[in-house]
């Protein structure tokens, strides 16, 4: 996928999951189908990776409308509200950690045992990663030798809705088997398709203090091209270091900013996608200021120099702080 391709379906896909982000039923599917109209109008739907996407929005209007309208509002144990910065969704086998791990990275305290479905439902917690508030999901773990086509289904649909997918593979279970068996899910749910994928796929390796871990991820290393990043509950290193890597997954950038003659506001910063730009940024803050904008000043690593003078199209990085100057009314 060449890069300038990615950047558009990153910008594309952070501004449908602000679009739909609570709406439910007819609001949905109205707003789905729209988006579908506007992939068409601008002609992205020529590209392969927009193909993959626009096979998405419709998968998921077809199962909203195949869904039967229940009387009054129902409990669905897998129905979360996207929260926080970035969405990631936690996709493997039952048994393989995913309830202990969330625990150890996340303000939540998930049931485990050593028994296979703990999980019965979506779970969510809030991943915090300096400034950023990362929203994990917890799917139920699939049994691959009992076919359950409404669970599995309903974690597919969970798994769509999510800005990154993590597989989470036990190092002490069978490498091939777990590998073969997730890999299956998301080609038949489409969401691989010819190798091809809209979405930011890596694998979480845990248990790694266990006997013949070693030699389990070096296995795993040898039989995937996706990253694989390994973890033991035992490390506060490998779980700083996982929370780092899923910040990394998101595709975005934190843009600070500050106020003429003020000082910067380093608390809540304007969350991105990478490759953004002032007219981004400046569009977030006020509509208004597009049009009486001056020049802006970045301190950061996309400029040469502390302050520096930049236009609208300026590309921004993670950790810059904007400063806009806007003529007067």
């Known amino acids: ?4 391709r990615y950047t558009k379906l990153k910008w594309y896909r952070f501004n449908i999951a602000r679009r739909i982000r609570n709406l439910e039923g007819e609001e949905l599917v109205a707003e789905l189908e729209d988006i579908i109209e506007d992939i068409k109008e601008k002609k992205l739907d020529k590209l392969g ?23 009054g509002r129902q409990y669905d144990p897998f129905h979360i509200p996207s929260s926080g910065d970035g969405r990631i969704a936690l996709f493997g086998l039952s048994n393989v950690g995913k309830s202990t791990l969330m625990n150890a990275i996340t303000n939540t305290d998930v049931k485990t045992g050593a028994y296979l479905h703990t999980t019965r439902e979506a779970l969510a917690g809030t991943c ?56 299956k899910q998301l080609e038949d749910a489409k969401l691989i398709i010819d190798n091809e994928t809209p979405y930011k796929i890596a694998i979480i ?56 003659g003020g000082k910067a506001d380093l608390a809540k910063p304007f969350v991105l ?32 120099f502390e302050g520096q003078k930049v236009g609208l199209d300026h590309v921004l990085a993670d950790k810059d702080v904007l400063e806009i100057i806007v003529s007067r009314k």
């Open 1 to 4: 996928m060449s890069t300038n």
């Open 49 to 71: 990776v927009f193909k993959i996407q626009l096979r998405e929005l419709e998968n998921m209007i077809a199962e909203l409308k195949e869904k039967p309208k229940a009387k």
């Open 128 to 183: 915090e990663y300096e400034d950023l508030r990362i929203q994990i999901v917890d799917l139920p773990g699939f049994l691959d030798f009992k076919e359950d086509w409404n669970t599995s289904k309903q974690i597919v649909r969970v798994t769509r809705t999510s800005d990154a997918i993590m597989m989470v593979i036990d190092l002490s279970m069978d490498i091939d088997r777990q590998y073969h068996f997730l890999m």
């Open 205 to 260: 390796a845990t248990k790694g203090d266990l006997p013949n871990s070693k030699e389990r991820y070096q296995e795993l290393l040898n039989k995937t091209d996706l990253d694989v990043y390994p973890i033991t509950i035992k490390s506060e290193d490998t779980l700083e270091n996982l929370k780092e890597k899923l910040f990394e997954q998101l595709d975005v950038i934190r843009v600070y900013t500050k106020k003429p």
């Open 273 to 304: 996608p990478e490759e953004s730009t002032v007219t981004d940024v400046t569009k977030r803050i006020h509509t208004s200021f597009l049009k009486h904008f001056r020049y802006g000043r970045v301190w950061g690593t996309s400029v040469e």
